[in-house]
């Protein structure tokens, strides 16, 4: 409300024209109103089209910030200036859009012929790879005559597709006679099989891959080759040792048996040297020197070695008993004297005593097996034969043993009862005989009433033991007589 009201003045007009007024205030107010809304829905949209210029201005800014320029102010420029510069711009314009328009009809006229001579190469089998490092000068010829190019490009390729068709077909056939070699091959059945399924599965078409498969295969074989030529070095350097000392160990042996043979000799009353103990080898020799038994040594144990390999796994596993019997000296012998061990004869006590008088011959031994047991042709030995032969034999061993042992000293033999009903003197003089060249000193132990006087008579000693009953006990007496043996009646 005014303020002032109180000092408005009343008004005096009648009330029909005061009304009227009114109604006409009211009426004029109405249409203020009506224009007021008019105004304001302008207002609107004039703002609204403000804000779309607004906005469309500043996409156009940003077009023009990307061709890398700002906006130009033209308020204080003259526009018809500006006119003709912008009517140069276009004239520019238009002849550079008609250069590009002729560039790009020839571009498209080059990727029409690279697509072209692209088709060339996939039709045969060609396949464009990236190339980093390309000379300008290949690419300038690759732009002005690339039909030749394309042209040249195919017929090397069909030249390498016929060789490399030439070359797979050859290597077809290496590979069929590869697998024919290796069927004619005597390798290790499990190696055999290996190689071929691993040759038989290689994807040879992809040439690089087989090619570093067969290298490695190589390789490891080379390798293999190396350590199987390395044992086999050692192998060979361990068997040439192995047959050094067995042959070595096979002429000792023989050496022993020559010299326990030669000690069995006695020089009878004809100045004859009368050996009581021969060998012989039958046709053959024994062999004196390592030379001539290497070689059949040698083979012998690559035999052996093949044989006990085909039953065990490894020589690790070979047990130690059948090394013993396949390098026993016994065996090893017997090979060096190509299985034929020599024959043992033996003097055979005659009643003639030829040994004492007569120059050794044939007729005068027996072969060992056969005086003990006998032959086809002839019969084993009388009691007498056996002790003595038996006996000879028994100090040809002990004599050995003392020279190994002790040296050259006398060797005391102790026997229980040896003679029985022997008391010969064709069986006792050879016996003695030897006894006295070998140093023997001969105890013979046996009761009184079995000893012949044939027999004690040949002893320088003669020592009586007897039993006698007492009150304490039995008592041993002895009696030690030197010279003889002396007869008493109350002995007996």
Known sequence: MDPSWQEVPFIEEAPDVLKGKWNDAKNKMKTLEDDWQKLKVQKGRHEGVLKTEANHLKKIEDDVRKHGRGTD???DLDLSIKSVEIQEQLTQSRENLAEYEKLLVEIGDKINSLGQNLNKLDAHGITPMMIVDVSPSFIQEVKQQSERLVEEWIQQHIDWKRKEENHRKEMD?????????????????????NVKKTLSELPWHEEGYALEVLNSMLTHAEHELANLQSDKERAENAREMWTDRAAYRVIRIVQALKQMVGSMKITNQAGHSFPLIRIDMKNSQLPERPEEIR??????FLQSMDEVLQQYESIEQVPDKVLDEMIGD???????????YPVLYVYKPQTTNDFLYESPKKHHYTEWETINKGSMKEAKGSGGQLLAARTLVMMMLMTYKRQIGTGNNWTVLISDNPFGQAVSAHILDPIFAIADILRFQWLVLSPPELIKVEVSQRFPVFWELELKQEARGEVLIEQLQHGGRTFEDTLF
């Not at 070689?295 to 012998?300: A, G, N, Q, R, T």
């Not at 016994?330 to 034929?340: P, S």
Request: no cysteine; net charge neutral; hydrophobic share 40%.
């Open 295 to 300: 070689e059949i040594l040698k083979d012998y």
């Open 173 to 193: 056939r290496e590979r069929q006679e590869l697998f024919a070699r290796l069927q004619n091959q005597h390798w290790d059945q499990d190696l055999l099989e």
């Open 330 to 340: 016994g065996k090893v012998v017997l090979v060096a004297l190509r299985k034929r």
């Open 73 to 75: 102010p033209w308020e």
